[in-house]
């Protein structure tokens, strides 16, 4: 699926929710929106994603500029997580909608 992303000309949402992805699978996932140009949409939810996981995602997020919305609720987030999320933040000026309801984030994201 990872390769496939990369290459992808079409897709412009894709949700991964409910998949035990865990940060191995981020990496993959991350990898893909580093060189995909035409996702928008991407839906993680539940996806035993920790800090670690995140941390991939974000930094993808630094060198995306097509993704608008990134779902990320319910997840196993955590503080070491915020710093991660920031710093990914901060470098993209694309993404629109943050979702981490029940992910243990603060209010401010």
Known sequence: LANALKGNTTVTALDLGNN?????GAWHVA???SS??????LGLL???L???GVGYIMDALKTNS???SLQLDANDMDSLTHPRIQEGLKSNQT???L???QSALSPKY
């Open 20 to 24: 035990c992805l865990g940060h191995r």
């Open 31 to 33: 990898a893909s929106l």
């Open 36 to 41: 995909n140009n035409i996702l928008q949409t």
């Open 46 to 48: 539940a996806c035993q």
């Open 50 to 52: 920790t800090a670690k």
């Open 66 to 68: 097509t993704l608008l």
């Open 95 to 97: 993404l629109q909608t």
């Open 99 to 101: 979702s981490s309801v």
